[in-house]
C-alpha cells in the first residue's frame, strides 16, 4: 500500500514540471526572438565624423580618380555637384606633379570620364567593380610610383570609394578620403561610408577623412 503514493508523487512531480516548462522558457524564446533588426527603429545617427587637415608628400602620393563617368556620375546630382571641387584638387596634385591614376567602370573607356577631371596623357587607369584592386594592376600602379598614401576621391561613396580605400588601407597604405570629394546616389550612403573610415576595424586606423580644401601638397 506503501507504493501507490509513491508513484502519484512521481507521476505529480513530472506533471507539474512538464506544465512549467512552457512558462520558464517562455521569456527565453521571446528574447531569442530578437535581431539586430529589432533595434534599427532605435539606433540614433552618431555625430559626424571629425574632418582633419592634412599635409602630403607629392613624390608618395597618388590621387586616385575613380569612376567619374558620364555613365554613372553624371546622373547623379551629388556627383555632379562635387565635380568643381575634385576638378580643382586635381589641378592642384598636378601642378605638384603627384601621382593620378583613374578607375573606369565596364563598358566604357577613358573617353566616356566627365570632361572637366578627365585623364591627361600618359596618366595610368584601371577597369574593373568597385574594388579597383581585384584583378587589375591597380597595386603594381602604385608600389611603380612608390606610394604609400592616396587620396581617393570619386563615385559610389559606397562602393568604388569605399572598397578600393579600405583595399588600400589593408595594404598598408595610408588613405586620405576628402568628403566633397566623394558621391553616392544618396545621402545616407555618404555618412555611412564617412563612418566606416573613421571607425572600421584596421581602416580606421590608416584612414584620414578632410575635404578637398583641406589638403596641401
Same mark, same amino acid.
Given at each position: 500500500?506503501?507504493?501507490?503514493?509513491?508513484?502519484? #508523487?512521481?507521476?505529480?512531480?513530472?506533471?507539474?514540471?512538464?506544465?512549467?516548462?512552457?512558462?520558464?522558457?517562455?521569456?527565453?524564446? &521571446?528574447?531569442?526572438?530578437?535581431?539586430?533588426?529589432?533595434?534599427?527603429? #532605435?539606433?540614433?545617427?552618431?555625430?559626424?565624423?571629425?574632418? =582633419?587637415?592634412?599635409?602630403?608628400?607629392? =613624390?608618395?602620393?597618388?590621387?586616385?580618380?575613380?569612376?567619374?563617368?558620364?555613365?554613372?556620375?553624371? +546622373?547623379?546630382?551629388?556627383?555632379?555637384?562635387?565635380?568643381?571641387?575634385? =576638378?580643382?584638387?586635381?589641378?592642384?596634385?598636378?601642378? &605638384? +606633379?603627384? #601621382?593620378?591614376?583613374?578607375?573606369?567602370?565596364?563598358?566604357?573607356?577613358?573617353?566616356?570620364?566627365?570632361?572637366?577631371?578627365?585623364?591627361?596623357?600618359?596618366?595610368?587607369?584601371?577597369? &574593373?567593380?568597385?574594388?579597383?584592386?581585384?584583378?587589375?594592376?591597380?597595386?603594381?600602379?602604385?608600389?611603380?610610383?612608390?606610394?604609400?598614401?592616396?587620396?581617393?576621391?570619386?563615385?559610389?561613396?559606397?562602393?568604388?570609394?569605399?572598397?578600393?580605400?579600405?583595399?588600400?588601407?589593408?595594404?598598408?597604405?595610408?588613405?586620405?578620403?576628402?568628403?566633397?570629394?566623394? #558621391?553616392?546616389?544618396?545621402?545616407?550612403?555618404?555618412?555611412?561610408?564617412?563612418?566606416?573610415?573613421?571607425?572600421?576595424?584596421?581602416?580606421? &586606423? +590608416?584612414?584620414?577623412?578632410?575635404?578637398?580644401?583641406?589638403?596641401?601638397?
Amino acid at each position: 500500500m506503501t507504493a501507490k503514493p509513491l508513484r502519484f #508523487s512521481i507521476a505529480n512531480a513530472a506533471l507539474l514540471a512538464l506544465i512549467a516548462l512552457p512558462i520558464a522558457l517562455a521569456p527565453i524564446t &521571446a528574447a531569442g526572438a530578437q535581431t539586430i533588426i529589432d533595434q534599427w527603429a #532605435s539606433v540614433k545617427t552618431p555625430p559626424a565624423p571629425a574632418l =582633419k587637415p592634412v599635409t602630403v608628400d607629392r =613624390k608618395t602620393t597618388a590621387l586616385l580618380m575613380l569612376d567619374f563617368m558620364n555613365q554613372n556620375c553624371g +546622373k547623379r546630382p551629388a556627383c555632379v555637384a562635387s565635380i568643381p571641387a575634385v =576638378k580643382k584638387l586635381l589641378g592642384e596634385a598636378r601642378a &605638384a +606633379k603627384a #601621382s593620378v591614376v583613374y578607375s573606369i567602370i565596364a563598358n566604357t573607356t577613358t573617353a566616356d570620364v566627365i570632361k572637366d577631371v578627365a585623364p591627361e596623357q600618359g596618366e595610368p587607369y584601371v577597369q &574593373a567593380g568597385p574594388d579597383k584592386f581585384l584583378r587589375t594592376d591597380l597595386e603594381k600602379i602604385l608600389k611603380d610610383k612608390g606610394i604609400q598614401t592616396v587620396i581617393v576621391t570619386g563615385t559610389a561613396s559606397n562602393g568604388a570609394v569605399l572598397f578600393t580605400g579600405a583595399g588600400a588601407a589593408m595594404r598598408g597604405l595610408k588613405v586620405i578620403v576628402p568628403i566633397d570629394g566623394m #558621391s553616392a546616389a544618396e545621402p545616407y550612403a555618404d555618412l555611412t561610408t564617412a563612418y566606416t573610415f573613421a571607425t572600421a576595424p584596421s581602416v580606421s &586606423a +590608416k584612414s584620414t577623412l578632410t575635404r578637398t580644401d583641406m589638403i596641401k601638397f
